[in-house]
């Protein structure tokens, strides 16, 4: 799996932890509701770490919780 889908995929499964919709989390961390359907939809092939900062302050966590997930072992990710 590429990065960004893993990134796609972590996103995909804390909105749906906190039950938050793409736009809630537009409203809570100022990330264009825009960038964060790319985001989610894989449309970049690489996430500037300053948007997932951003998406994280809008989810309540911090950066380590959000690569805290199988998804990000170095045996899941494409080299």
Excluded: W
């Excluded at 964060?36 to 500037?48: F, H, L, M, P, R």
């Excluded at 300053?50 to 380590?64: A, K, N, S, T, Y």
């Amino acid at each position: 799996m590429k990065l960004n889908q893993a990134i796609s995929e972590r996103l995909s499964e804390l909105l749906k932890e906190k039950q938050m919709t793409q736009y809630q989390l537009f409203m809570k961390s100022g990330v264009p509701k825009s960038t964060i359907g790319n985001v989610i939809n894989c449309s970049y092939d690489s996430v500037k770490l300053r948007i997932v900062h951003e998406m994280c302050q809008g989810l309540g966590i911090d950066i380590p919780q959000f690569f805290d997930s199988p998804l990000f072992a170095e045996s899941n990710l494409d080299p």
